[in-house]
């Protein structure tokens, strides 16, 4: 069975500016321990985008300072590379209570978003897609539209009208 995705596309002229998400991509957890939110991504991951979970949960445990966005507003963006995938990919998990997600943040995370990448694209355009997604996230009341969205159909409207 072939799974539909949608799609929000940064760049018309671009086709490697895009996120492909599926409607199933988006989860709201009351767990607290970091190890736990990782698994409901790493879960995520091999249920709609094909990756293994053994290889999503230890690449997400391992990511690197670099790989993690923190914006003021309490959301955490993650990006991780895959080698198995051919689009990029978000996920987004929200949390009832804010949590200290990686050691090394210094501030508190009760949404999240992941995305995932081909490891074979170029690093620039990881880069642009990036910056255009944490713009997207720092906007004024984003933060709130998409923790007072009830469905994950809400919050894909919120993220394709911006």
């Known amino acids: 069975m072939k799974k539909s995705f949608l799609e929000i596309n940064f760049d018309n002229k671009n086709s490697d500016l895009k996120l492909l998400i599926s409607k199933k991509s988006f989860t709201d957890t009351s767990v607290n321990i970091t190890k736990d939110v990782l698994k409901k991504i790493a879960i995520i991951c091999e249920r709609e985008y094909g990756v293994a979970f053994n290889d999503c949960y230890t690449k997400l445990k391992k990511t690197p300072l670099h790989n993690l966005i923190m914006i003021e507003n309490g959301t955490l963006l993650i990006n991780q590379t895959f080698e198995k995938i051919t689009n990029n990919f978000l996920m987004l998990t929200r949390l009832n209570q804010p949590i ?46 998409i923790t007072g969205a009830k469905k994950a159909e809400d919050v894909l409207a919120i993220l394709m009208n911006v």
Do not use: E, G, H
């Open 100 to 145: 200290y997600l990686m050691n090394q943040l210094s501030m508190k995370s009760d949404t999240i978003f992941t995305i995932l990448t081909p490891k074979s694209f170029d690093a620039s355009i990881k880069l642009r897609l990036l910056s255009k997604v944490s713009r997207v996230l720092t906007r004024t009341n984003i933060k709130k539209q």
